[in-house]
């Protein structure tokens, strides 16, 4: 198991403390693991259980349960293509598959330079807008090739390719 360093240590810490007296205080604890560190170590798992008197395995059934949670860090760029049965019929297969030959991101995973991960989610909700699309929380409705993916994603790669 990796090692984390102490900022993360100390973030974890703060978050805690911050949640430990509210109600529901486990999935508020994990929600500002995940935004601040992009993920949530196994450590923050047993700071939390502790803290809220509660096992890790229970802990660690919350973070498998709700897909916003990932035990795994997280590339710079998320990615979520729902594939729900409305997406999928408009076309979402094809999406998510030019999606993987553009960022090298397999899906539900990330890709070797860290740069994106891509993941293939349940319906969103949104089926009205199908095919859906979040890239870094923002929604895209009617996503097809040329909107979501050249527009949206090659941007994103040139921006990143400049630094
Ligand atoms: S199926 Fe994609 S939003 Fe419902």
Same mark, same amino acid.
């Given at each position: ?33 995940? %935004? =601040?560190? &992009?993920?949530?170590?196994?450590? /923050? ?10 096992? !890790? ?53 990330? %890709? =070797?330079? &860290?740069?994106?991960?891509?993941? /293939? ?10 095919? !859906? ?31």
């Amino acid at each position: 198991m990796e090692k984390l360093n102490i900022e993360s240590r100390r973030k974890i810490d703060e978050i805690v403390l911050k949640h430990k007296d509210k109600m529901g205080p486990v999935k508020l604890m994990l929600h500002d693991v995940q %935004s =601040e560190l &992009g993920y949530i170590p196994f450590e /923050a798992m047993e700071k939390i259980a502790e803290a809220c008197n509660v096992s !890790v395995a229970e802990v660690y059934g919350v973070v498998t349960f709700y897909t916003q949670f990932t035990t795994e860090p997280k590339g710079k760029c998320v990615i979520n293509v729902c594939m729900g049965t409305a997406c999928y019929v408009k076309g979402a297969q094809e999406l998510i598959n030019h999606i993987m030959d553009l960022t090298h991101a397999p899906i539900n995973g990330t %890709s =070797e330079d &860290g740069l994106f991960s891509l993941d /293939a989610t349940r319906c969103l909700g949104a089926c009205g807008l199908a095919p !859906v699309v979040i890239i870094d929380d923002k929604v895209y409705g009617n996503a097809n090739e040329s909107n979501v993916v050249e527009d949206i994603i090659t941007k994103i790669i040139q921006s990143e390719r400049r630094h």
